[in-house]
């Protein structure tokens, strides 16, 4: 109330805000708790994951099963009682433009870069505001894409990037807690009218150089968008297209692996997953080659071609994404297995470590 600049007036803006946040995870879960603390009126989660171990960090133990956006919804009740904190459904196409209707703004950090586009353009049709965020392993960017104002997401992804999906790849959680707090402070500016909001620019943090830079961002000739809203690949998966397809008729059960691998038949069973990961836990007999050596190298081209290549990673996500590679090479034989390291521990060998 006393803060120069801002006011009673401030207040009164923040208190009449309605911000929607899809998705409550690493990074939407603490822009959501500053969003409360900074007076938001009304604050809509849009998120139906289910409460997992890893999300009592952020102080949100609940007795029952419930979602993500409910758990919010209790909590904040509790805690913040003069704030309107409303669960949405999963933010999908079918309900996009509805969703977006009853808030001023919308903040996504999501992992899937399509769900991203997918948020700017129905916040560019509907004239409000989309405060963006993206994570990386040890960093992130943040920016607002505002149609009438500025660029959009096609402007800094002409293309959509390839999705990061956290889970999978690793990332430092305490970088999460950073995107959101820059992603709360862009939310005060907009709706108290203070200060310069990112449109226009892009602001990227990099943990380990403890450096934050803001670099200019504009619009660039680009396709219109489209009349009615999509839901582009992968925005129902995990896989790139090209990795679905590969692992259509090329994906091994733990089981079938497991039958393979006692009656002594021949494979070469490689782990694309990281040399920390590998010393952790490993499947006996297997050899190592990270990812990356097949993305952007030539290990696709040094694989024998006696017997049958079959690819292993933690989830089973990397393995499909390197088996299209593989397969591209000439190894049209090849696999990956299904569900990776933590489908081996939970139906092979239960007494195996898991991460």
Do not use: N
């Not at 920390?276 to 097949?294: K, N």
């Amino acid at each position: 109330m006393i803060l120069a600049g801002h006011g009673s007036e401030g207040q009164r803006r923040l208190a009449a805000g309605r911000v929607l946040v899809v998705d409550a995870d690493e990074i939407g879960a603490p822009l959501i708790a500053h969003l409360a603390d900074a007076g938001v009126g009304t604050i809509g989660v849009a998120d139906g994951s289910p409460m997992e171990p890893w999300d009592r960090y952020l102080g949100l133990p609940d007795p029952e099963p419930v979602d993500r956006a409910a758990a919010w919804a209790r909590a904040l009740g509790r805690t913040h009682p003069l704030v309107r904190t409303v669960a949405e459904s999963w933010f999908e196409l079918p309900r996009a433009r509805e969703l977006v209707r009853d808030y001023d703004l919308v903040v996504c950090a999501g992992e899937d870069p399509a769900r991203c586009q997918l948020v700017d353009d129905v916040c560019a049709e509907a004239g409000i505001p989309f405060v963006w965020g993206s994570m990386e392993a040890t960093g992130g960017r943040v920016s607002v894409f505002w149609d009438r104002y500025g660029p959009g997401i096609r402007d800094l992804f002409p293309k959509p990037p390839v999705p990061y999906f956290r889970g999978v790849s690793g990332a430092l959680k305490v970088v999460g807690a950073w995107l959101g707090v820059a992603l709360a402070t862009e939310v005060v500016k907009l709706l108290t009218g203070r200060g310069e909001p990112l449109v226009g620019r892009v602001m990227e943090y990099d943990a380990m150089a403890g450096t934050c830079v803001t670099v200019p961002l504009r619009p660039r000739e680009r396709a219109a968008r489209p009349a009615e809203p999509i839901a582009a690949e992968p925005f129902f998966g995990l896989l790139s297209p090209a990795a679905t397809e590969a692992a259509r008729e090329s994906t091994l059960s733990v089981e079938q692996l497991k039958e393979l691998l006692d009656a002594d038949v021949p494979v070469h069973l490689v782990d694309v997953r990281e040399p920390d990961e590998y010393a952790f836990v490993r499947l006996p007999g297997s050899v190592l080659i990270p990812q990356g050596e097949f993305l952007h190298g030539d290990a696709a081209t040094r694989l024998p071609t006696d017997r049958k290549t079959v690819l292993l990673c933690r989830a089973g996500i990397r393995s499909a994404e390197v088996l299209a590679v593989v397969k591209r090479s000439g190894h049209h034989d090849a696999v990956h297995l299904g569900g990776g390291i933590l489908s081996w521990a939970e139906r092979i060998d239960p007494e195996m470590p898991t991460y």
